[in-house]
């Protein structure tokens, strides 16, 4: 979980046309900075006359809040099936925190690679 908040995603964004595109995970304290125009029109698709004054680089939000509530789940999920094997209540409620951990990591997979791609 440290890790996770000291190493954010981020992501670049137009706010002339609200697409935004991954800028990686870096340190919480050291955003990374805006490329040149001719870089940041190729990383948008943008054509050589449109304007890139209007992009920006701010943490991502929803990433942030996938991982802060997916880490919780699998690490009580993990907890709950490797100790209490005997009572079936805690073991069956162990696998659907696991369960849903994972349905979480899917979808930050999903938002970061296939979404802001």
């Not at 304290?29 to 490329?35: G, S, T």
């Amino acid at each position: 979980m440290i890790v996770s908040e000291l190493f954010p995603a981020w992501v670049y964004e137009d706010e002339n046309t609200s697409v935004r595109r991954s800028a990686g995970y870096h340190f919480r304290f050291a955003p990374p900075k805006l490329q040149p125009p001719d870089q940041m029109r190729k990383i948008f698709g943008l054509s050589r006359n449109d304007p890139t004054k209007f992009m920006w680089v701010h943490i991502d939000g929803i990433c942030q809040l996938e991982q802060r509530v997916a880490i919780p789940l699998l690490t009580i999920g993990g907890i709950l099936v490797s100790f209490n094997r005997r009572i079936l209540a805690i073991y069956v409620f162990g696998w659907l925190f696991l369960c849903a951990g994972v349905g979480i990591v899917a979808l930050l997979v999903f938002h970061r690679f296939i979404l802001l791609s």
